[in-house]
């Protein structure tokens, strides 16, 4: 009996590493418009990086909110947003970061600095806008710097 046991035991476990080779094997891809986000931040990392910028973290999740970009550029440390649009046919892509977008961002800000050991001397929000497609080759890229303030429920803690 207990070597029946023994058998359908191994069984058991040859299925499921079976199955879960065989998902990781078919992993899903991410719809068009996440994969041109991604790559929109890509290309605005690759941006900010020939600024001699560096960058502390990509798409860093806190909560239910999340940071495109953390980048030091000398004493600032600036939290990211990345949009990205195909064209301008419908408006600027920096017009996409209205007050909710920059409430949910100053939320993230704050627990990200609640998570660090030493206080940056400043922060501050910029906006990179990529226009472009991954198949159209070099995008257009505009840095706004200082785009937005904390938001004024937010305040800093020290």
Avoid: C
Wanted: proline share 4%; hydrophobic share 40%; glycine share 6%.
């Amino acid at each position: 009996m207990e070597k029946f046991a023994a058998h359908a035991a191994l069984r058991y476990e040859q299925r499921v590493w079976s199955w879960l080779t065989t998902f990781w094997r078919r992993r899903p891809t991410l719809p068009a418009h996440l994969r041109a986000g991604v790559w929109g931040e890509e290309q605005a990392e690759q941006f900010l990086k020939k600024l001699g910028w560096n960058i502390l973290g990509r798409r860093v999740r806190l909560g239910r909110d999340e940071l495109d970009l953390v980048a030091r550029a000398g004493q600032v440390l600036v939290f990211v947003e990345v949009k990205t649009r195909g064209n301008e046919d419908f408006g600027r892509p920096f017009d996409a970061v209205g007050r909710d977008k920059r409430r949910s961002l100053s939320r993230a800000a704050i627990h990200y600095l609640k998570q660090l050991r030493a206080r940056p001397d400043y922060i501050r929000f910029d906006v990179v806008e990529v226009i472009g497609t991954a198949a159209e080759g070099a995008p257009q890229i505009r840095h706004i710097e200082n785009a937005f303030p904390l938001d004024r429920r937010y305040r800093l803690f020290w």
